[in-house]
T-cell receptor, first 108, second 113 residues
Framework: KNEVEQSPQNLTAQEGEFITINCSYS?????LHWLQQHPGGGIVSLFM???GKKKHGRLIATINIQEKHSSLHITASHPRDSAVYIC??????????FGQGTRLTINP | IAGITQAPTSQILAAGRRMTLRCTQD?????MYWYRQDLGLGLRLIHY???????GKGEVPDGYSVSRANTDDFPLTLASAVPSQTSVYFC????????????FGPGTRLTVL
């Protein structure tokens, strides 16, 4: 079993839909990151959180430390949100453990 | 230079050849990282450096070496490339440790034949 599991692996939705991507982890962590990988390959950090909730524009990230679970939500989704979304957990020292990613496609 | 850059963008290499992937950042970040990304496996840490003059091994260090002579540069060397090293390589940096926000380079697509 991977230490970081994301679901779903692939998600296709229509423009305007509310999107939820889930991340579960099996180890103790000090922080969790959400990253976005564009179709061209570039990787951008979206959020880093260790508790509660963070919001940036139409993106919201939440984490429940007790349940070892985080969610990334996108409100009013748009085709430009189409990308791979990656969850990564920081276990300490220099180790970031990455999930395999969720490929999101938003159709117009 | 703005942010973090990598060179080359892509490379096809014969097995057994030596190759250095270059990474440069202008953000004066202390920590730098090399990852490889393979289909179905996600990103995996190869080597890291907490600060200039220090390096450490990540999850998949075999066949790779790094150096950190100064703050800005963190080259990754494949001494004798093998086909299993075909991958997309990303360099990243952060101000503090791995728990801080990491900034990624554009990646190098390497094919070893």
């Amino acid at each position: 079993k991977n230490e970081v599991e994301q679901s779903p692996q692939n998600l296709t939705a229509q423009e305007g839909e509310f999107i939820t991507i889930n991340c579960s982890y099996s180890v103790g962590i000090s922080a969790l990151h959400w990253l976005q990988q564009h179709p061209g390959g570039g990787i951008v950090s979206l959020f880093m959180l260790s508790s509660g909730k963070k919001k940036h524009g139409r993106l919201i990230a939440t984490i429940n430390i007790q349940e070892k679970h985080s969610s990334l939500h996108i409100t009013a989704s748009h085709p430009r949100d189409s990308a791979v979304y990656i969850c990564a957990v920081h276990q300490g020292a220099q180790k970031l453990v990455f999930g395999q990613g969720t490929r999101l496609t938003i159709n117009p | 230079i703005a942010g973090i850059t990598q060179a080359p963008t892509s490379q096809i290499l014969a097995a057994g050849r030596r190759m250095t992937l270059r990474c440069t950042q202008d953000m004066r970040h202390n920590a730098m990282y090399w990852y490889r990304q393979d289909l179905g496996l996600g990103l995996r840490l190869i080597h890291y450096s907490n600060t200039a003059g220090t390096t450490g091994k990540g999850e998949v260090p075999d066949g790779y070496s790094v150096s950190r002579a100064n703050t800005d540069d963190f080259p990754l060397t494949l001494a004798s490339a093998v086909p299993s090293q075909t991958s997309v390589y990303f360099c990243a940096s952060s101000q503090g440790g791995a728990g801080d926000t990491q900034y990624f380079g554009p990646g190098t697509r390497l094919t070893v034949l």
